[in-house]
C-alpha cells in the first residue's frame, strides 16, 4: 500500500511505531524499520546522551528511514531537539507540548515534523507552523491520553488540514489500519503491539501482562489533575484511584507513579509498577516479531481495502 505517508518518509508500509519511554529503544526502533515500517527513538524523559547513543545504535542496525519522538517536557528538550537536527533524523514525532520553536531548525535540516495532536485546533495550529504530517491520537491509546475518541477525531482532522493524517489509538490488526484509511488517515501509529514484539525490551512480565488483558482491562488515571494517562490495571492503578477519588493532592498522586514505568518495563514488577497500555490491548494475543507484525497487518488491512477507491 503506498500513500502520501510512504512516500513522504520513504518506508515500505504506512506503519509506524509509537515513541513509547522506555520501550522505544533502538533495539526496537531498527526492527520496525527493517520490517518496512518507521521505527521511532523514544527519547521519553531520558538525557541527549542516552538518545544520541541510541542514534547510533539504530544506524548500525539499518539503513532504513527511522525518527525520534521528542517528548517537549523533557528537561533536556532543547538539546535533543539541536541533536535531531544535527543528526538529520528523517522524521521527528513530538508530544506534550508545541513544538513551534524548533520547527525552523528542524526543517532547514531537512527533518520531517509530526506532532501529536488531540484535537483540530492543535492540528490545525501545527499545519500553520509547518508541520509536514500529524498523527491524530484517540483516547483508546495507552499512556498520556485526550478525550476524544480516534474514530470521532481522526476524520474531523483530515477534513481541517491538507497535510497528511496518521490515525493512532485503538489500532492492532489489519481491520484497525483499513478502518483508518477509510476515516482518511494516510498511515497508522501503533505502541501496544509493539511493546509485545520480540524485539522490545519490555520485560516478559510487561508483554504477557498485556497477551493475557482482556477488553475492560485498562483504566485512566490523572483525571482529576488534568494529566490522564491509560494503563492496564494492577495494584498500582487501583491505590492511585482510591487515593484520586479521596482528594489526594497532586504531590501525594505523583509519588505513587515516580519512576513507575520503568520499574514495569525494566524491572518487570506489574503489581506496583505503571503498565501503560491501549484499550486494544485484548486484541494483542502473541509476541511476535517486528517482522511478522507489520507484514501480517499490511496484508490484513490490504486485502480488505481491495475494491476500494482509497486502495492504491
Same mark, same amino acid.
Given at each position: 500500500?503506498?500513500?502520501?505517508?510512504? !512516500?513522504? =518518509?520513504?518506508?515500505?508500509?504506512?506503519?509506524?511505531?509509537?515513541?513509547?519511554?522506555?520501550?522505544?529503544?533502538?533495539?526496537?526502533?531498527?526492527?520496525?524499520?527493517?520490517?518496512?515500517?518507521?521505527?521511532? +527513538?523514544? /527519547?521519553?524523559?531520558?538525557? /541527549?546522551?542516552?538518545?544520541?547513543?541510541?542514534?547510533?545504535?539504530?544506524?548500525?542496525?539499518?539503513?532504513?528511514?527511522?525518527?525520534?519522538?521528542?517528548?517537549?517536557?523533557?528537561?533536556?528538550?532543547?538539546?535533543?531537539?539541536?541533536?535531531?537536527?544535527?543528526?538529520?533524523?528523517?522524521?521527528?514525532?513530538?508530544?506534550?507540548?508545541?513544538?513551534? !520553536?524548533?520547527?525552523?531548525?528542524?526543517?532547514?535540516?531537512?527533518?520531517?515534523?509530526?506532532?501529536?495532536?488531540?484535537?483540530?485546533?492543535?492540528?490545525?495550529?501545527?499545519?500553520?507552523?509547518?508541520?509536514?504530517?500529524?498523527?491524530? %491520537?484517540?483516547?483508546?491509546?495507552?499512556?498520556?491520553?485526550?478525550?476524544?475518541?480516534?474514530?470521532?477525531?481522526?476524520?474531523?482532522?483530515?477534513?481541517?488540514?491538507?497535510?497528511?493524517?496518521?490515525?493512532?489509538?485503538? +489500532?492492532?490488526?489489519?481491520? #484497525?489500519?483499513?478502518?483508518? =484509511?477509510?476515516?482518511?488517515?494516510?498511515?497508522?501509529?501503533?505502541?501496544?503491539? =509493539?511493546?509485545?514484539?520480540?524485539?522490545?525490551?519490555?520485560?516478559?512480565?510487561?508483554?504477557?501482562?498485556?497477551?493475557?488483558?482482556?477488553?475492560?482491562?485498562?483504566?485512566?488515571?490523572?483525571?482529576?489533575?488534568?494529566?490522564?494517562?491509560?494503563?492496564?490495571?494492577?495494584?498500582? &492503578?487501583?491505590?492511585?484511584?482510591?487515593?484520586?477519588?479521596?482528594?489526594? &493532592? =497532586?504531590?501525594?498522586?505523583?509519588?505513587?507513579?515516580? #519512576? #513507575?514505568?520503568?520499574?514495569?518495563?525494566?524491572?518487570?514488577?506489574?503489581?506496583? #509498577? &505503571?503498565?501503560?497500555?491501549?484499550?486494544?490491548?485484548?486484541?494483542?494475543?502473541?509476541?511476535?516479531?517486528? !517482522?511478522?507484525?507489520?507484514?501480517?497487518?499490511?496484508?490484513? /488491512? %490490504?486485502?480488505?481495502?481491495?475494491?476500494?477507491?482509497?486502495?492504491?
Amino acid at each position: 500500500m503506498k500513500t502520501e505517508i510512504t !512516500k513522504l =518518509f520513504e518506508i515500505e508500509y504506512p506503519i509506524i511505531q509509537g515513541g513509547m519511554a522506555w520501550v522505544a529503544t533502538a533495539e526496537l526502533a531498527a526492527a520496525v524499520s527493517e520490517a518496512g515500517g518507521l521505527g521511532i +527513538i523514544g /527519547a521519553g524523559g531520558a538525557p /541527549a546522551s542516552w538518545v544520541k547513543e541510541q542514534i547510533q545504535k539504530v544506524k548500525q542496525k539499518t539503513d532504513k528511514p527511522f525518527g525520534v519522538n521528542l517528548m517537549l517536557m523533557n528537561p533536556e528538550a532543547d538539546q535533543i531537539a539541536e541533536l535531531i537536527a544535527e543528526e538529520k533524523i528523517e522524521v521527528v514525532t513530538t508530544g506534550a507540548g508545541n513544538p513551534e !520553536k524548533y520547527m525552523k531548525m528542524w526543517k532547514e535540516a531537512g527533518v520531517k515534523v509530526v506532532p501529536v495532536v488531540a484535537s483540530v485546533a492543535l492540528a490545525k495550529r501545527m499545519e500553520r507552523a509547518g508541520a509536514d504530517a500529524v498523527i491524530a %491520537e484517540g483516547t483508546e491509546s495507552g499512556g498520556h491520553i485526550g478525550e476524544t475518541t480516534t474514530m470521532v477525531l481522526v476524520p474531523q482532522v483530515v477534513d481541517a488540514v491538507s497535510i497528511p493524517v496518521i490515525a493512532a489509538g485503538g +489500532i492492532a490488526d489489519g481491520r #484497525g489500519v483499513a478502518a483508518a =484509511f477509510m476515516l482518511g488517515a494516510k498511515a497508522v501509529q501503533m505502541g501496544t503491539i =509493539f511493546v509485545a514484539a520480540e524485539e522490545s525490551i519490555a520485560s516478559d512480565a510487561y508483554k504477557n501482562k498485556i497477551v493475557k488483558a482482556k477488553d475492560i482491562d485498562t483504566k485512566v488515571t490523572g483525571r482529576s489533575t488534568g494529566h490522564p494517562v491509560r494503563v492496564l490495571r494492577n495494584q498500582q &492503578s487501583k491505590e492511585y484511584l482510591r487515593l484520586e477519588a479521596e482528594g489526594a &493532592s =497532586f504531590e501525594e498522586l505523583e509519588k505513587l507513579t515516580l #519512576g #513507575g514505568l520503568k520499574k514495569a518495563v525494566v524491572d518487570g514488577d506489574v503489581i506496583h #509498577g &505503571s503498565v501503560m497500555a491501549g484499550q486494544i490491548a485484548g486484541l494483542v494475543k502473541e509476541i511476535r516479531s517486528c !517482522k511478522d507484525i507489520v507484514e501480517g497487518l499490511n496484508a490484513e /488491512a %490490504e486485502s480488505l481495502l481491495k475494491g476500494t477507491k482509497i486502495y492504491e
